[in-house]
């Protein structure tokens, strides 16, 4: 008993000694720019930094638009297959966990290859074309959460019901997935989203081979070029991540959805 | 000294004491039943005598060997639980074989001893199959079959019938009696149903808060109850309220019926006390020489076919009492003045 | 429902009609963005600039340079699946079966969450912070221990730099997905076995390691496929100069107009398949492993 909880501690503490370190690490370096003393100044310079707030701000918007787009694809699919063709989950879980097995390399590539200049649907030879690819790259590299997370979430409720509910009311389709059907999966949809956030925000290989200026090939840009600045980055890189991680947590313990269900 | 032997057990988890000053000795062969409400502590005893918890005192001796030290997986001791727990990536032979397996037991020997054992549960054929392909009572069965493969000194059972139905739970009950009297093997059975308890024993533990409250047959745990919890506990009991008029000549008040239980007391005149009776014992209509005669009237009838249950509304309470079903004679009808006995030897004198 | 029966035919239809159009923007977008360019790649990788069917594209894989970037990828992706396997299994085991404290359990569960998602650009960057040539760590061996970590020999820019960047994420996607594994590992299974005086270490070789297979080796696949495909962290820790598969494929995709797309194409699909052979072993495995599960 206590020799299984000695060995317990060790391992725990290895791990904790092998996850810390790195981050403190992270931080010590990104506190070192002025010399001999401790100092935000890393943080100052990159937050001054025009390229910083253009990249970072089109990031985030990107990822928004990628997890309303996410939503507006999943949550009707996911619900239909439930309440429809639930002769098509196998099928639609097979797709969806596809991003998880092709490296996104090779995603990205196909892209490339197919939605080229000299192809029928050149999107990659206009602005607006290649933001829209990138766009729907995030999207697809999104589905493995997002259609996790709401599935999760109508798994816990009883759709057919609630439909026959709001159609007795004389819901029509649009308004039962909006009101009645949305608003139940909340805070699935929610963790799907946060997640996503967290992957999007500091993509690098999709952007950095479509040739978009987004906030992962500028860190790489300041990685090549900058000591204690890409510290700086990578803290702020780590707020976010454990901001988004702690929101999922924050709603889905607190919510009163999930308590009003149990 | 008995064969398995409980001495001064005790059990705290935290500040919470589980088992307190648990004493019982079970005889070599001996059927034991540990009967009590959920949570009174019956696992926890049970889990300390297999190895599973570690007692806060006391002893726990098989053959005189003081065993309270050892390591679970060096009793040999057969533990069958409610859930069956069987493994779920073996077959129904590699489950009744595992115990001889890791005893280091030879391929042949152990084939053949998981034959027998098939034999012994009645399911020979099974023997290929996975647990998720068995009913809940086969499981049991093959749970009761593995636990006793490798030839255990004491077998322990945890309310092995309790997640299975009715018409299983009962002929399981008698399989596992019958298999018990062949083998010859000491058991402890945990229950919380009283049926299951009387029926299957040679003795009942009642348990009470970690307690052990009586140890006895399941025939003198039935009518010669110790404590009100067990008279309460086991059986239906009809309960009057009484005041001791005086203890040496054994004159109590019912109300203010004065009756005569022709036996001295324990406790001191003027001390109120509860007088139980058994349902079966309570007779309609005047019985003369050794009873206990009141007057009351029909307050309740229920027909349930060959028994027929009455209330009677008497001094001091309700009595339910139970006749048998006569064609010729239809129930009383409520409101009817009756009168009801009650032997004097058969009526309870319990503390209130 | 309380449809009228003469109602039903009418109202079936554009019922039925809705529902594929719910649908269909999703198959709609998967085929576009995710079937389509990947099967792009697969065929393109049998065909020449002609569009001639040819297997030459295959044959340049074997030049001593693209093997040798695959089978760096190969160890690396295997190296790291398995460790991550490995300790993700220790921590796990220790915060579900080792009698820590609850909120410890929570807390790592937690931060697995986050450290498994902070791959890519600042890993590498957190790294190089800790294990590069300045790096906290490095210093520290310097200045405390007297250690001169580069001076044996170390690198952040090298294969095991590399495996030790990949863990900070494999580890911790091991704890998220086996931590339930091992919740559902029973009691009972165990004093069970105990009880028919199996040893610790029986009961794991017997029960509970063949229960937890299909998970693990689930897990290990899903490993392997992660660190193969991680390409941004490999880039942003050495730049170019460690070879290995995604970021020669990387360097061909940059360089389309220079070098041979089809070359491209062919590392692709050797990428497709090699995530797609873990996978499929890992099905394999798991429908013999699961014969005792409905
Ligand atoms: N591991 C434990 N930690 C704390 N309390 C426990 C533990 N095991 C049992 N208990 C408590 O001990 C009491 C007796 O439990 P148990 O022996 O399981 O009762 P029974 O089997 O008679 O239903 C209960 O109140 C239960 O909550
Ligand atoms: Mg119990």
């Known amino acids: ?262 | 000294m008995a064969f398995l032997d409980i001495q001064h057990l005790e059990k705290a988890f935290g500040a919470m004491r589980v088992v307190k000053d648990f004493n019982l000795g079970v005889e070599k062969g001996e059927f034991v039943s540990f009967l009590g409400p959920s949570g009174c502590g019956k696992t926890t005893v049970l889990r300390m005598v297999a190895g599973f918890e570690t007692p806060t005192s006391g002893a726990i001796c098989i053959e005189g060997r003081n065993i309270t030290g050892l390591p679970a997986n060096r009793r040999n001791i057969g533990m069958v639980f409610q859930a069956y727990a069987l493994f779920p990536n073996l077959t129904v032979e590699e489950n009744i074989g595992f115990g001889l397996k890791v005893a280091g037991e030879g391929k042949a020997a152990t084939r053949s001893r998981v034959g027998e054992m098939l034999e012994l549960i009645g399911l020979p054929q099974l023997g290929g199959r996975y647990p998720f392909q068995l009913s809940g009572g086969q499981q049991q069965r093959v749970a009761l079959a593995r636990a006793l493969a490798p030839r255990p000194q004491v077998l322990l059972l945890d309310e092995p019938l309790s997640a299975l139905d009715a018409k299983i739970r009962i002929s399981l009950r008698e399989e596992i009696r019958r298999i018990q009297r062949d083998l010859g093997i000491t058991t402890i059975f945990v229950t919380h149903d009283q049926e299951e308890a009387l029926s299957m024993s040679d003795r009942v533990v009642v348990m009470h808060q970690g307690i052990a409250d009586q140890v006895g047959t399941p025939f003198e745990i039935y009518n010669r109850p110790t404590t009100r919890f067990v008279a309460q506990f086991v059986g239906s009991l009809n309960l009057l309220d009484a005041n001791v008029v005086d203890a040496a000549a054994g004159k109590v008040l019912l109300g203010d019926v004065p009756v005569s239980l022709n036996r001295p007391l324990l406790g001191r005149s003027g001390e109120r006390i509860s007088l139980a009776a058994r349902p079966e014992i309570v007779t309609l209509g005047r019985s003369d020489g050794d009873h206990v005669v009141l007057a009351g009237r029909i307050a309740d009838v229920h027909f349930l076919g060959s028994v027929i249950r009455i209330r009677v509304a008497v001094e001091g309470g309700l009595l339910s009492l139970d006749t048998f079903n006569q064609p010729d004679r239809p129930p009383p009808l409520l409101g009817t003045p009756v009168e009801v006995s009650v032997s004097h030897r058969d009526l309870l004198v319990l503390a209130a | 429902m309380n449809t009228s029966a003469l109602s039903l035919p009418a109202t079936l239809r554009p019922r039925q009609i809705i529902s594929w159009f719910g649908v269909a923007p999703f198959f709609l977008f998967a085929l576009l963005f995710l079937i389509l360019p990947t099967l792009n790649i697969v065929v393109g990788a049998f065909r020449n600039a002609q569009g001639q069917a040819t297997l030459q594209n295959l044959g340049k894989l074997f030049s001593p340079s693209i093997q040798s970037a695959f089978w760096i990828s190969i160890e690396l992706s295997l190296l790291t699946a398995v460790l991550g396997c490995l300790f993700g299994f220790l921590i796990a085991a220790a915060i579900t079966l080792g009698g820590l404290p609850r909120p410890l359990r929570n807390a790592i569960l937690t931060f697995s969450g986050v450290a498994s998602n902070f791959a890519g650009v600042p890993l590498a960057f957190a790294f190089i912070a800790t294990l590069g040539r300045l790096g906290f760590v490095t210093m520290l061996l310097r200045q405390w221990f007297g250690i001169n970590l580069y001076g044996s020999g170390f690198s952040i820019v090298s294969f095991l730099g590399l495996a030790l960047t990949y863990l900070y994420f494999q580890i911790p996607l091991m704890v998220l997905i086996i931590t339930p594994a091992l919740d559902g590992l029973r009691r009972e299974w165990r004093e069970a076995a105990e009880s028919l005086g199996a040893s610790g270490f029986q009961y794991w070789r017997l029960v509970a390691l063949p229960v937890l297979w299909p998970s693990l080796l689930g897990t290990l696949a899903l490993l392997f496929a992660n660190a193969f495909g991680a390409v941004a962290t490999a880039i942003a820790l050495t730049g170019s100069s460690l070879s290995i598969a995604p970021i020669v494929l990387f360097a061909q995709i940059r360089g389309d107009v220079l070098n041979d797309p089809h070359l491209g194409y062919a590392i692709a699909f050797a990428m497709i398949m090699l995530t797609a052979i873990a996978n499929g072993i890992y099905i394999l495995l798991r429908m013999r492993a699961e014969r005792w599960v409905k």
């Open chain 1, 1 to 262: 008993m206590t020799g299984k909880r000695f060995w317990s501690w060790l391992a725990v503490t290895f791990g904790g000694l092998y996850f810390l370190l790195p981050l403190v690490g992270m931080f010590d370096f990104s506190m070192r720019m002025q010399r001999g003393a401790y100092s935000f100044e890393a943080y100052r310079v990159v937050l001054a930094d025009p390229r910083f707030q253009q990249t970072f701000g089109y990031s985030v918007v990107l990822a928004l638009l990628t997890i309303v787009l996410g939503i507006l694809i999943v949550v009707p699919t996911a619900y239909f297959v439930r309440l429809r063709f639930p002769g098509l989950r196998p099928i639609i879980e097979f797709i969806t966990l596809l991003p998880l097995v092709i490296p996104p390399i090779v995603i990205v590539f196909g892209y490339i290859r197919i939605y080229n200049t000299s192809s029928i649907l050149p999107l990659t030879g206009s602005w607006w074309g290649t933001n829209i690819l990138l766009l729907f790259g995030y999207v697809v590299l999104s589905l493995p959460y997002m259609y996790r997370s709401v599935d999760t979430g109508l798994r816990t409720i009883d759709i057919a019901s609630l439909t026959e509910a709001a159609q007795s009311l004389g819901a029509g389709w649009a308004r039962i997935l909006t009101v009645v059907i949305l608003p139940n999966v909340f805070v699935s949809v929610l963790s799907g989203a946060f997640l996503t956030f967290a992957i999007v925000i500091g993509e690098y290989v999709f952007a950095a081979l479509l040739n978009v200026n987004s906030f992962g090939p500028y860190m790489v840009w300041m990685g090549g070029n900058r000591a204690y600045e890409p510290s700086a980055l990578a803290v702020i890189a780590f707020a976010i991540t454990w901001a988004c991680m702690g929101l999922i947590q924050l709603f889905t313990r607190f919510s009163i959805f999930s308590i009003v269900r149990r």
